[in-house]
Structure formats: C-alpha cells, structure tokens
C-alpha cells in the first residue's frame, strides 16, 4: 500500500472528509484535505482586503501565502504564513468566498502542483472536487461520494452552529453550481470512478464500502 493513491472527489457533505481519513487510517496512508488548501489561500486573502470579486486582484496574490499542510489522518494540520490556520479558515466567511478563490486559473495552477508534490510520495488518500478528473488523473483508485441534497445539508447543520438546514442546503446548492459550472477543473466524475451514494449510509458503512472498491482495484 505505500505507492497506493485513492482519489475521492464530491460534493461538500457528501462524507469526503471524514470517509477518507477514515479509509487512511485503516491502511496506514497518509491523508490530503486539497478544500482546506483553497479554504487557506481564501483566509490569507480575505485576512488582507483582497477584492474576491475581482478575479485578476486574486490571480495577482496567488503566489503569495506560504502553505504547510499535514497528511497525518488523525491530526491533519494547515498553516498559512507558518501559522496555525486550521479553524480559521472554517468559517462561513471563507466557505462563501472559496469558489470565487478556486475558479482562478492561477489558484488552481499553483495548488495543483503543490498537490502533485505531496502525492508523489506515494501512499496517500487524496479528497477534492478534481482529484481524479485533473490532479491525479492515474490514480488505481477512484471514488466519487454522493449523497441526497437533504442528507449533505443534515450533515453540515450537525458540523456549524447558527444555522439551519434550510440555510446550508440553499448554501450547498449554490457552491454546487459554481464548482461545477467554473471554466477551469470544474467539479465532475471521472469516466473510471466508482460512484457511491452516501445517503443512507453511517461513517463506517461508507469506509467498509470504499475499502470493498479499493480491495477490487488495488
């Protein structure tokens, strides 16, 4: 399993994240959270004043912050600059400003190679919206999560406090329609993955049954 790559891509509360360091820990893989990079460079630019309705004031920074991220699953980290980042950029701020950030050509150039970087070391579950489709189109492993719009706004209610449900599925469908509309690295499935719907299933089932798709494949 060093050398092994699983690529799992969806929607946000569809179970990515937590499926997949689910799925890492069980195999003794490293784990990478590509939405926390994006949510990162958003907080750094959100932090100074960056107009994110203009997509050339955002290309112009795009170099800017400095990127550290952990691939440990049980304790995966994000720093910015060197500094702890990892509930900062969490927040309802930076979640309704991310897909304007990631629909940036340069955005997704630089965190594109710096994903490839981290991969290239072998062993990894990688989780995004383009893992399969753009960054890592070779993976053996290719998982796409899916789950009921009702059930992915259930999930995210659980995860924030303020809010409602009604709230995060509006919320949920309008990133879906700009994550999966923009030019660059839209959010699709790749031809060769294994679609798995979530809807009905708890954390376990869903990491038993991608472990099943992985056993197939690998």
Known sequence: ??????????????????ASRGV???????????GAMYRAITWWMLERGVDLTDPEAIAA???????????????PSVAVDGADAALAIRTSEVTAAVSAVSAVPEVRRRLVAEQREIIGLGGIVVEG?????VVTPGAPVKVYLTASADARALR?????????????KAAMARRDTL???????????????VELDTTALNLEEV????????????
């Open 61 to 75: 920074r795009a170099l800017a912050p400095v990127l550290s991220m952990g691939t440990d699953p049980d304790a």
């Open 179 to 193: 994550d999966s509309t923009r030019k660059t690295d839209p959010l699709a499935m790749a031809a060769d993955a």
């Open 129 to 133: 919206r383009d893992i399969g489709t």
């Open 156 to 168: 995210r209610t659980a995860e924030l406090t303020g809010t409602t449900v009604e709230t995060q």
């Open 1 to 18: 399993m060093t050398g092994l790559v699983v690529a799992m891509d969806g929607p946000s509360g569809s179970g990515k994240s937590s």
């Open 207 to 218: 990491i038993a049954e991608v472990l099943r798709v992985i056993k197939e494949k690998a």
């Open 24 to 34: 890492a820990r069980a195999l003794g893989l490293r784990y990478l959270d590509t």
